[in-house]
């Protein structure tokens, strides 16, 4: 996807009461951070933030913290957020690799919804399902682990299943055909589009119990 800079987007985008500005501070305090002991969901990859948005109004009981790299990206989710009086949703500006520095055993999900397939064999650490990247997140999840993944690439989506299993990650639920199965979904902005124009979606639950 290419994206359209936006002028002054990391300005306008502080703006607003849902951006974290200095996230490494809350490392190990997010409770804090919202006020109560509930459930963190996050997801890495956020984009305009159509999916965090609708998780957030439908599950006020969860905590929800978009993680997204392009400022331009999520000043539109910031726009978004404005029209909603949401208290359990936070977007921070920031690279995947960095979530160690963040996060510190406090998270419940991880989603990963159409993430970059990076389809180069020289690029595939950088897969949000990667070694690399699992590792990480085996830092910063409470107690089990679970990652929930959607995506059209069907590449990326064995190379997942694979990794996740080499993890220890159990596939709860697995479909190649996501709006055909009984499970229950949220739509992306991406998702949106690729139903319309007859894209199968994969969908994997995996979670790894300690």
Known sequence: MRLRNVKNSWEKMLESKYIVENPIENKG???NVFKND?????????????????????????????I????????????KASEKNLNNLLFICMDAKEIREVFAHEISVIYLNFSDPWPKSRHAKRRLTSPLFLSLYDNIFKDEKHIIQKTDNIALFAYSLEELSKHGYVLERVSLDLANDNIINVLTEYE??????GYKICYVEAIKKE
């Open 29 to 31: 305090k997010w409770a």
């Open 38 to 66: 509930h459930p963190i969901h996050i997801e890495i990859g956020m984009g305009k933030g159509q999916f965090l948005l609708t998780m957030a109004e439908k599950y006020p009981d969860i905590n929800f913290i978009g």
């Open 68 to 79: 997204e790299k392009y400022s331009s990206v999520l000043l539109r989710a910031t726009e």
């Open 192 to 197: 949106e589009k690729f139903h319309s124009l």
